[in-house]
């Protein structure tokens, strides 16, 4: 198993522009979240997934959404981006949705906005 | 709200030494805490929890309630712990919450 993956590796977009994320987690894993992280920061939580639904929501605005498919991958959309919306995109994914269960993290994707 | 402070950004050490990487926290509840490592060009991953009372490569972590710390120690360390280390905790809200980071170099 090659982990978790995501796609693209980079991006580069526009201020007002939208962009998808994508994330393929661990085979058998059925929880997803998503983190923003920006330079020198932690990662900052944006939304969990289990089974399909949102179990989980950081402080984040309504420009971000995400969804899982029946095959647990997922989504993260981020509409009229900003400025500030330059960073470090997160996905991990976990078995379960527990606190104990440990978080696998895919290589991220840079988006850029310009 | 749940809040994680890392206070140093920045640690060097020399190999042999002990380290200690601090964390405290905030929760109102019983919150589960970690620490995740990054070392160069690879992928953020689970170093130790606390509810597992494991030592990983040589790491240990106590979870102090009444300080609401979670240190992370080593009593030696090693140049291939150079890495960022983030401390992290989840609650029954299950949204993992990480600190700033510290960057740990270990020199020879």
């Known amino acids: 198993d090659a982990g978790v993956t995501q796609s693209p590796t980079h991006l580069i977009k526009t201020r007002g522009q939208q962009v998808t994320l994508r994330c393929s987690p661990i085979s058998g894993h059925k929880s997803v979240s998503w983190y923003q992280q920006v330079l020198g920061q932690g990662p900052q939580f944006i939304f969990q997934?289990?089974?399909?639904?949102?179990?989980g929501r950081g402080n984040f605005p309504d420009r971000f959404s995400a969804r899982q498919f029946p095959n647990y991958s997922s989504e993260l959309n981020v509409n009229a981006l900003l400025l500030g919306d330059s960073a470090l995109y997160l996905c991990?994914?976990?078995?379960?949705?527990?606190?104990?269960?440990?978080?696998?993290f895919g290589p991220g994707t840079r988006l850029t906005v310009l | 709200a749940q809040r994680v402070t890392q206070p140093e950004k920045l640690l060097s050490v020399f190999k042999g030494a002990p380290v200690e990487l601090k964390c405290n926290y905030s929760?109102?509840?019983?919150?589960?805490l970690f620490w995740y490592v990054q070392y160069s060009r690879q992928r953020l991953q689970l170093l130790l929890r606390h509810i597992s009372r494991e030592s990983i490569k040589g790491f240990t972590a106590d979870l102090n309630k009444g300080e609401t710390s979670f240190h992370l120690k080593k009593p030696f360390a090693q140049e291939e712990d150079s890495a960022m280390y983030y401390c992290?905790?989840?609650?029954?809200?299950?949204?993992?919450?990480f600190g700033k980071g510290t960057l740990l170099t270990v020199n020879p």
């Open positions: 991990a994914s976990s078995l379960r949705r527990s606190s104990y269960n440990e978080q696998f």
């Open positions: 992290a905790l989840t609650g029954s809200n299950y949204k993992l919450t």
């Open positions: 997934y289990y089974e399909k639904e949102e179990r």
């Open positions: 929760y109102s509840g019983s919150p589960e």
